[in-house]
């Protein structure tokens, strides 16, 4: 069924000789970082940009928030992805609406999206979020063709332009980089009620907290920094691991647990409001992202702009984040034993640990600005409009 939301900006959401940019995305939850960057993309708008999102499978609980943006929000409200019908419902409201640019997100907005887009005579971005891993081969021969149709294909990371150039064959001169924005949590976060965080929780008062926060999946590799911890567990002081997030690999991390023996010394805590994971990180000792394939970062930036002390793997985009030795320390893909001496080396040295955190706020300040990503893609639209 088509929905939409009542509009606060007249019949369509547009104003007068405004650019006009519709983005297509599956749904509008919190849980991916993806629709939290297009709220933010939005609250931050330049003047002559308006802004219309179309959720393919279901609205998501973020609804409420870009309709209080007085953004309008159509639901396809379709949960089969490939029901045909979902391409004329896209073109029906792009003929409506009468959009300047479609931004595309994930494989089957991509699809649908930009083939709607080229029908109606629009503009096309698409933006890749990751490292592509297990994706079905007709998926990259169709992102190969309509990429010939696509003006510009943004990648939130080097590490994850590269990836896409891997599986992408024609027309790879439209790929270029645009990094995540990050609000500056450090000056947003609420006042701190440790104890009753901390009670909520079952979190310990005089223990060191290890701290990770990313989805339970494969490439996330939190076996690797539950082996690290397992193995230097006599020599470090009283601690917890604490696990942020939830996903498919939860079983397997479950039995790691079980099989490095440190099921006292593990805490995983599951989905968690974002504003009560800030209020965590700031108690965190250390922060650590196992992930060898990591397609930008969101929660790591996060940890540098608290001044949280960073242990990262050497791999993906997280060299493009911090600088070893300078803002966070790096490690070996897959090496337990390594992350587990660059654990030791911070616990060790109360100087190194201020200083990682100090450089790492100021690097991400610098390089993670909402107002530098939101500017960026508005340079990009249009400049996608001169080129017409």
């Not at 998926?139 to 332009?161: E, G, K, P, Q, R």
Request: with cysteine; aromatic share 6%; proline share 4%.
């Amino acid at each position: 069924m088509l929905q939409s939301s009542p509009c606060l900006r007249g019949e369509t959401g547009m104003a007068k000789n405004n650019l006009h940019v519709l983005h297509v995305i599956g749904r509008l939850n919190g849980s991916g970082g993806t629709p939290i960057k297009l709220l933010y993309q939005i609250k931050n708008a330049s003047n002559d940009i308006n802004y219309t999102v179309i959720c393919m499978a279901e609205e998501g609980h973020l609804v409420p928030q870009f309709r209080a943006c007085g953004v309008d929000v159509f639901n396809l409200d379709c949960s089969n992805p490939f029901d045909i019908r979902q391409l004329f419902q896209l073109i029906r409201i792009i003929r409506k609406v009468k959009p300047d640019v479609v931004h595309t997100h994930f494989a089957r907005s991509n699809g649908y999206g930009r083939l709607a887009a080229v029908l109606t005579g629009c503009r096309i971005v698409t933006s890749e979020h990751g490292i592509k891993r297990n994706t079905k081969p007709y998926i990259y021969i169709l992102d190969s063709i309509l990429n010939l149709i696509t003006d510009s294909h943004v990648s939130n990371s080097y590490a994850t332009m590269v990836s896409s150039r891997q599986t992408i064959k024609l027309n790879r001169k439209n790929m270029k980089v645009i990094h995540n924005g990050v609000p500056d949590i450090l000056n947003l976060i609420g006042p701190m009620e440790e104890k009753s965080l901390l009670a909520e929780f079952g979190l310990p008062e005089n223990e060191m907290l290890i701290l990770d926060v990313g989805s339970h999946i494969e490439l996330r590799n939190h076996e690797c920094l539950i082996e690290a911890v397992a193995s230097i567990k006599h020599v470090l002081p009283p601690f917890k691991l604490v696990l942020i997030g939830d996903g498919p690999h939860r079983g397997q991390i479950l039995k790691s647990i079980q099989e490095n023996g440190v099921g006292d010394r593990v805490l995983l805590l599951g989905r968690v409001d974002r504003d009560k994971v800030h209020k965590i990180m700031q108690l965190a000792d250390i922060y650590v992202n196992p992930a060898y394939a990591e397609g930008f970062g969101i929660a790591t930036v996060e940890a540098m702009l608290l001044e949280r002390p960073i242990i990262y793997c050497d791999a993906g985009s997280l060299p493009e984040l911090l600088e070893n030795n300078v803002s966070g320390l790096s490690y070996s893909p897959r090496n337990a034993r390594e992350l587990a001496e660059k654990i030791l080396a911070l616990v060790g040295s109360e100087k190194q640990r201020v200083s990682l955190a100090g450089q790492a706020r100021t690097q991400a300040l610098e390089k993670f600005s909402i107002l530098r990503f939101v500017r960026d893609f508005e340079d990009l639209y249009r400049s996608i409009l001169v080129r017409r």
